[in-house]
């Protein structure tokens, strides 16, 4: 089984950015849907982003519109999630994931929608 590896991670203060990359294999790199979600302890993981790798708008979740920033690299069959201004409810396990199927505005966001997911990686927001 082909498992997605997140690397980036770490302990940041409020206000500071990192950069999450996910390499992805096993798959079309040009036909994919590649997420990021994040999820805390007692919560279901939650949908941040969204890109198609054909092209297309990226979906962002109304929490991080603004501060992150979802991108590819075909090349390198890696998936970014740039995040800036980070605050402490930012803080959790980071997971990327992928998935062939097609999503749209109101699919993009349901984890069972995506096949394929990474270990998850931790990120921790001081303030």
């Known amino acids: 089984q082909i498992i997605p590896r997140e690397s980036g991670g770490g302990s940041v203060q409020t206000g500071e950015s990192l950069t999450l990359s996910c390499v992805v294999t096993?798959?079309?790199?040009?036909?994919?849907?590649a997420a990021w979600f994040r999820q805390v302890p007692g919560k279901e993981r939650e949908a941040l982003a969204s890109?198609?790798?054909?092209?297309?708008?990226?979906y962002y979740d109304d929490s991080v519109k603004g501060r992150f920033t979802i991108s590819h690299d075909g090349a390198k069959n890696t998936l970014y999630l740039q995040m800036n201004n980070l605050e402490p409810n930012d803080t959790g396990t980071y997971y990327c994931?992928?998935?062939?199927?097609?999503?749209?505005?109101?699919?993009?966001?349901?984890?069972?929608?995506?096949?394929?997911w990474g270990q998850g990686i931790q990120v921790t927001v001081s303030s």
């Open positions: 994931a992928a998935d062939r199927s097609t999503k749209n505005g109101q699919t993009w966001q349901r984890a069972g929608g995506y096949h394929t």
């Open positions: 096993g798959y079309t790199w040009r036909s994919i849907y």
């Open positions: 890109i198609y790798t054909g092209g297309g708008r990226p």
